[in-house]
């Protein structure tokens, strides 16, 4: 069964950063193409970045070249590090195994303007 338990979020202030944290149990990250995604207040779910199997990162326009995807294979720890953080980045992000059901609880992010 897949786990996924994220971490890291947290209320900065526009232009900070923050380090989320996805820890994955019942599955091997370099097997499997992985995700961040978000849910912001009111909104759908959105896409913001996919890190394949094959370590190939690929990321939603509006954080592409402020976020950056990247994993730990010893650890089985996904992660995502948010640079110069915007108000419209608020939302819960989710950690996610593409093509996989579960989903974990989320990491909170609120970015105060």
């Known amino acids: 069964q897949v786990q996924l338990v994220e971490s890291g979020g947290g209320l900065v202030q526009a232009g900070g950063s923050l380090r989320l944290s996805c820890v994955a149990t019942g599955i091997i990250l370099t097997a499997n193409d992985m995700a961040w995604y978000r849910r912001a207040p009111g909104k759908q779910r959105e896409l913001v970045a996919i890190i394949s199997s094959g370590g190939s990162p690929l990321y939603g326009d509006s954080v592409e070249g402020r976020f950056h995807i990247s994993r730990d294979n010893a650890e089985n720890t996904l992660y995502l590090q948010m640079n110069s953080l915007r108000p419209e980045d608020t939302a819960v992000y989710y950690c996610?195994?593409?093509?996989?059901?579960?989903w974990g609880q989320g990491t909170q992010v609120t970015v105060s303007s």
């Open positions: 996610h195994a593409l093509g996989r059901n579960g």
